[in-house]
């Protein structure tokens, strides 16, 4: 017994020791990691270890890339509760569970676990993502509890940004309250309104920017969260998970988005220039002035290429109509003929646009454009529908109920078709136009027939009426396939 024990303090030693010579990738339970020690993981892409952020002399234990000369914090521990001097130590407890511990032992950050964990080992992973799972677990990817599902304020490849219902888990980015104080700032930005999910971005709480929901390319609002050739978007929304997740077509290169309180607040993707020796910003959001949300109010239409930026949408005016005209737009617009849903109102087509604010959307992924119409039409607080997702031609159903808000005129093809609900007499004319179209398109195709008929039977069909014995009329058809090879039929009518 005794002889055990000596050897587990061996044992205890010797990973001390080894801790320090040589940068591992794990602890176990007889592991630890203080002041200066840290984990590397198993490529030396990412580093864990205690930081001082900018000339803030407080301690926390963070990640950070291991490879590039500028320190890039991307996930922190005990944000909230720095420690003061060097005294901090990671460990794990006795339920398995990791925690950050002062000198005088008192629990600065845990992992909380909600069970115990017989044979708990931590390990940082080459994607960045610090994961904690019982070794006897055959399954290696299920983690008893990982960096990933916590974010701080930056979203690594691999990441999922959004919903685990099953876990109620809500994976969102918080921005740093300065760039020396990693504690959560004003910012948040993660995935809402699960019925027709939307990212969005809130400061204090309120509202600041919208995607525009997920279409099954991308967000409806920002064509730049598009998948491209370095670039592979996951979305994923269905009974157990809603998420947003990406990966880099290159491991080699370092791509980050980060929530950043600082110029104004926007939520920024950068990639590591080797030659520059910096991080490049390659996309913010908010990135005009119509992607503030909401800018021009109910059924306000922002547009950067009209002035004033904000127009009401065709057959809509101005709530408040002086407000408006001095640039006061957060009355909106409301519908010039009222709608009368008892009379029979009905639905037109409004194109290249940024679908609304999804708060009070729904949607449906088996129904057609037509189920949609009809579901819509139903209801008379429903205003507006449309696919749900249009790749692949369009499938499913989406509807709004109360007023459309947060819409703004995306040209160049990545803009969507949205059918607002009208009063009758706003369709009438429309249905007038219809008209004219439709008889325009039956002469044409009656023009087109007798086009295609003397096409085909151009040279070929030789029609003759002789007028031969009184009373009689003979027709002769004559098919030529040659000038010399005729076949010649006659029709006989005796009048
Ligand atoms: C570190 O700070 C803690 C709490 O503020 C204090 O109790 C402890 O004595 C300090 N340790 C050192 C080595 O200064
Ligand atoms: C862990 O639980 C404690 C007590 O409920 C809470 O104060 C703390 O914020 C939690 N820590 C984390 C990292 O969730
Ligand atoms: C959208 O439709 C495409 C093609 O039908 C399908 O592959 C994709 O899974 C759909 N996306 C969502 C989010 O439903
Ligand atoms: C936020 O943006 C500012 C200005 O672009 C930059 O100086 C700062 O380092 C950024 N902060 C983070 C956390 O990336
Ligand atoms: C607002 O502007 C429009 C167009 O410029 C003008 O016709 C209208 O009279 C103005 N209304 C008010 C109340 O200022
Ligand atoms: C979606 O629509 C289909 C077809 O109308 C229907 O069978 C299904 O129950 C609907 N799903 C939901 C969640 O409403
Ligand atoms: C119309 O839809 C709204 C929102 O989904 C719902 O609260 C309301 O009960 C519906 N009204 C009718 C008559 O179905």
């Not at 130590?89 to 069970?115: F, M």
């Not at 290169?253 to 020796?277: H, K, M, P, T, Y």
């Not at 997702?389 to 499913?396: A, V």
């Not at 989406?398 to 160049?412: E, K, Q």
Request: proline letters at 3%; hydrophobic letters at 35%; glycine letters at 10%.
């Amino acid at each position: 017994m005794e002889g055990f024990y000596f050897l587990s303090i061996c044992c205890a030693l010797l990973f001390f020791f080894s801790d320090i010579s040589i940068a591992a990738d794990t602890i176990t339970p007889f592991q630890s990691i203080s002041d200066d020690q840290s984990l590397v993981s198993e490529g030396g892409g990412f580093e864990l270890g205690f930081f001082s952020p900018g000339s803030s002399k407080n301690r926390y234990l963070g990640i950070w890339y291991k490879k590039i000369s500028v320190r890039t914090v991307v996930w922190v521990a005990n944000r909230d509760n720095p420690l003061t001097n060097s005294s901090g130590v990671l460990k794990l407890d006795t339920k398995g569970n990791l925690v950050l511990v002062n000198q005088r032992e008192s629990v600065l950050w845990s992992s909380n676990l909600s069970r115990i964990v017989e044979n708990p080992v931590v390990q940082l992973l080459e994607s960045g993502n610090l994961v904690l799972r019982d070794e006897k677990d055959v399954n290696s990817e299920s983690y008893v509890w990982q960096s990933f599902d916590y974010p701080s304020d930056t979203l690594l490849p691999g990441m999922k940004l959004g919903w685990d219902l099953k876990k109620g888990l809500n994976r969102r980015l918080s921005s740093w309250k300065k760039d020396d104080d990693p504690s959560p700032g004003r910012l948040t930005y993660g995935i809402e309104n699960l019925g027709y999910p939307e990212a969005i971005m809130r400061k204090d709480l309120v509202k600041r920017y919208g995607s525009g929901p997920w279409n099954g390319l991308g967000y409806s609002g920002a064509p730049e969260f598009k998948a491209n050739a370095i670039f592979e978007i996951t979305f994923i929304s269905n009974g157990d998970e809603v998420y947003f997740s990406y990966q880099r077509a290159y491991k080699s290169i370092l791509s980050r988005f980060v929530l950043n309180e600082s110029s104004d607040g926007a939520l920024q993707r950068l990639s590591w220039i080797d030659q520059s020796g910096g991080w490049q910003l390659f996309m913010s959001v908010p990135r005009d002035h119509c992607d503030f949300y909401g800018r021009c109010g109910a059924y306000g239409s922002c547009d950067l290429d009209e002035t004033p930026v904000c127009q009401c949408l065709k057959g809509f005016k101005p709530r408040l109509t002086q407000a408006w005209n001095s640039t006061d737009w957060s009355g909106g617009c409301v519908h010039e003929a009222p709608l009368d849903c008892e009379k029979g109102d009905g639905f037109v087509k409004y194109t290249e646009l940024k679908l609304p604010d999804t708060t009070h959307a729904w949607a449906n992924k088996s129904m057609s454009l037509k189920e949609c119409e009809r579901e819509c039409l139903k209801n008379c607080s429903c205003m507006a529908y449309t696919n749900s997702n249009i790749s692949g031609g369009g499938s499913g159903c989406a509807l709004w109920f109360g007023d459309l808000i947060d819409i703004r005129r995306i040209s160049g093809g990545t803009g969507q078709d949205l059918f607002i609900r009208m009063a009758a007499s706003e369709l009438e004319v429309k249905d007038e136009s219809r008209k004219k179209k439709r008889v325009i398109l039956i002469v044409g195709v009656t023009l087109a027939l007798v086009m295609l008929l003397l096409v085909m039977c151009g040279g070929w069909c030789i029609w003759k009426t002789n007028t031969k014995p009184k009373g009689m009329e003979i027709m002769e058809l004559r098919q030529c396939l040659a000038v010399d090879r005729c076949i010649v039929g006659k029709i006989v009518h005796r009048n």
